[in-house]
């Protein structure tokens, strides 16, 4: 009986982890983490990099 208590317990908590990372994406509170990328060239941003074009 003391294991499905814990099993229960868990559950609920996982439950409240994920319902609030959904409300902090939702406020924009938390973001995906972007990428930068850097020509290897020149060290820029790829979006400013102007070497390759």
Known sequence: MNSLHLIELFLVVAGVAYLMM?????????????????????GRLTDDCRCRR
């Open 22 to 42: 959904l409300a902090g994406v939702a406020k924009n509170a938390l973001e995906p983490k972007r990428v930068r990328r850097t020509c290897p060239s020149c």
